[in-house]
């Protein structure tokens, strides 16, 4: 399992001690996210679980306190500014990720072709 020594590496840096306590509340934080949707995390492949937690951990640690950021570029004599929200919770685990741990969507949406025999399709 990791822990905040992991984050610190896995974010180049080290961290403050404050950090280390809001890095071990996000690492259970996100375990605890995964065990609700895939059950006993004991099943799941641990280096992969390590490296799905790590990369939310992290994230959420370079995230802005607010969630909010802007970018602000300047062209002759106009200005433009995007701004961008996170959701709020912080703590988000992209599809991608999801399938790194062995979750496949489907559901109400899934289309499923079939064929009866002697049918003209």
Known sequence: MIDADDVGKAIGRSLTAPEVQQVNLWIGWTRKMISNRLGDLNGLD???LDMVTTEVVVARLRAPADGRTSTEVAID???VVDR????LSGL???D??????GW???GAFTITPSSHPGSAW
Do not use: A, H, K
């Open 84 to 87: 961008f929200e996170r959701p």
């Open 96 to 101: 991608e990720w999801w399938q790194i741990l």
């Open 46 to 48: 641990q280096d992969d």
């Open 104 to 106: 496949r969507p489907g």
């Open 77 to 79: 004599e106009g200005r």
């Open 92 to 94: 988000v685990i992209s």
